[in-house]
């Protein structure tokens, strides 16, 4: 019988952070069925000592960096389950995280994707789910237009930043790090675009999903620890837009516009704009 969940987990130089999660996942008693990938991208890191504890953890060995799309479709194109979580290794998970997130995932039969509530190491609500870029949020976050008034206007209109993040509902896109795909989704319109090497694909993938009729959602009440490292993010002149994480992320933005452009956008009213939207905390 095929499990219910397939975790796709990508690996590049985080073999430690990785034990962390597989050894919590092993702990659970979940209700569910799982399977766990793990994707070795160009494999320099040896599970073969864990994974004979593990009979629902697998891996697969990919001979290059392919990129995150390139190494969680590996992944998906070798699952079984009714769902695929792409996840990274960076996160701490809570006992319900992945239920509630299956849960809604089942109650809402046009989702194709849903991410969950992401969590500083603190506690505060990172700021996970973004509106579609757009010239004016590009310059906000890559110019020195961020310092003004009318830049951290648009950036925090970005970033949804004054949403009750206690609010369960349809969203543009969801930053990467968690994501729950239904796999009558995936079957439709196939995997992540593998022309980006890093960031976009996210972004990317939603508006595909929301192109061809399913939607995308956010689940507040599905909570994950994520150690956010935003390492393109540059304020400081020429020589970090000159950082190779900062040039991949400005590649990928333009491979996305070009592939995007004359295209309309999917007309859909975010949770965030939705004045009949639930507050989470309300079922409770």
């Known amino acids: 019988m095929n499990p219910k969940l397939s975790i796709i987990l990508l690996n590049y130089d985080n073999k430690n952070l990785?034990?962390?999660v597989m050894a919590w996942l092993n702990r659970q008693k979940f209700d569910f069925t799982f399977e766990a990938i793990i994707v070795?991208?160009?494999a320099r890191d040896d599970f073969s000592d864990w994974l004979e504890k593990y009979e629902n953890f697998k891996i697969i060995n990919?001979?290059?960096n392919g990129g995150y799309a390139f190494g969680n479709n590996l992944g998906a194109r070798n699952a079984r389950g009714e769902y695929f979580l792409i996840l990274n290794p960076d996160v701490v998970l809570f006992e319900n995280s992945l239920q509630n997130l299956l849960a809604y995932a089942d109650k809402n039969l046009r989702v194709g994707l849903c991410a969950p509530k992401l969590l500083n190491p603190d506690g505060t609500v990172q700021l996970s789910c973004r509106t579609w870029h757009s010239v004016k949020n590009i310059l906000a976050r890559r110019t020195p237009l961020a310092l003004t008034k009318y830049g951290q206007e648009a950036l925090n209109e970005h970033l949804v930043s004054a949403w009750?993040?206690?609010?369960?509902?349809?969203?543009?896109?969801?930053?990467?790090?968690?994501?729950l795909i239904r796999r009558a989704a995936y079957e439709q319109i196939g995997g992540l675009d593998e022309r980006y090497f890093l960031y976009f694909e996210d972004m990317d993938y939603c508006r595909t999903l929301w192109t061809c009729g399913w939607e995308v959602h956010y689940v507040a009440d599905s909570e994950i620890v994520h150690y956010h490292h935003q390492d393109s993010i540059a304020w400081g002149?020429?020589?970090?837009?000159?950082?190779?994480s900062t040039l991949i992320h400005i590649k990928s933005g333009l491979k996305y516009l070009l592939k995007w452009r004359g295209q309309p956008l999917p007309e859909i009213t975010p949770v965030w704009l939705n004045k009949t939207a639930i507050n989470q905390t309300q079922l409770f």
């Open 164 to 179: 009750d993040h206690n609010l369960s509902g349809p969203i543009h896109w969801a930053y990467g790090a968690c994501l």
């Open 18 to 20: 990785l034990k962390q």
């Open 40 to 42: 070795n991208n160009d």
């Open 237 to 244: 002149g020429l020589r970090d837009i000159l950082r190779p």
């Open 62 to 64: 990919s001979v290059k």
